[in-house]
């Protein structure tokens, strides 16, 4: 597609649930990258692939926190039993090359933890 | 320690008159700067970067290495400049951003 496709565009989840957010990148771009925004702060970069390869994992919490990029398929985020602290906007992004490119994003997925 | 620093959380101007959104950063290599914008509603979208030397919608950003800053600046203000505007930087071998907490431009008629 020509946008990257991020769904669904809000989710409410009880503490302890499980979350997962998808996110289609532009045909023919190598590179994804989640961030997460909470409360309108700055973005925290949270995992990178190159293809299907994760590529950069630095900003990922240790725990319950995965992502995955299959072949023919979304990637998604997925955080295993919810926190209120993982209230936060996650936006994925896309880039046809890692440096000195334009990430497109998608709209963002607004996860609630009640 | 790689940092971009958006000191102003909100930024209120009238139309017509000019407008400068600070943004310094901190990074040991040869870094890469982008602004980006958020219209209300509006998806995160690429406004300028510093190795491209364009002019877009009447922005334009220098990069000053010596002051460590890439500012970016409209001579007049326009209503529809109103937005979020942020700061990013990058040139990491990772490729990920790194970006400044933002600054909300008001332009008021």
């Known amino acids: 597609g020509e946008e990257v496709a991020q769904t669904p565009k809000h989710l409410v989840r009880g503490e302890g649930q499980k979350a997962k957010l998808y996110c289609a990148p532009i045909k023919g771009h190598s590179y994804v990258f989640w961030y997460q925004q909470v409360l309108k702060n700055e973005f925290k970069f949270l995992i990178s692939?190159?293809?299907?390869?994760?590529?950069?994992e630095t900003g990922m919490p240790k725990e319950r926190f995965s992502a995955k990029c299959l072949p023919n398929s979304p990637c998604s985020l997925e955080i295993q039993a919810t926190k209120l602290e993982d209230s936060a906007v996650y936006f994925c992004?896309?880039?046809?090359?890692?440096?000195?490119?334009?990430?497109?994003f998608g709209q963002g997925t607004r996860l609630t933890v009640v | 320690a790689q940092r971009v620093t958006q000191p102003e959380k909100l930024l209120s101007v009238f139309k017509g008159a000019p407008v400068e959104l600070k943004c310094n950063y901190s990074?040991?290599?040869?870094?890469?700067l982008f602004w980006y914008v958020q219209y209300s509603r509006q998806r995160l979208q690429l406004l300028l970067r510093?190795?491209s030397r364009e002019s877009i919608k009447g922005f334009t950003a220098d990069l000053n290495k010596g002051e460590t800053s890439f500012h970016l600046k409209k001579p007049f203000a326009q209503e529809e400049d109103s937005a979020m505007y942020y700061c990013a930087l990058g040139g990491g071998s990772q490729g990920n951003l790194i970006f400044g907490k933002g600054t909300k431009l008001s332009v008021k008629p």
């Open positions: 992004a896309s880039s046809p090359n890692r440096v000195n490119t334009e990430a497109f």
């Open positions: 510093h190795i």
């Open positions: 990074y040991s290599g040869s870094p890469e």
């Open positions: 692939f190159q293809n299907e390869n994760v590529f950069d």
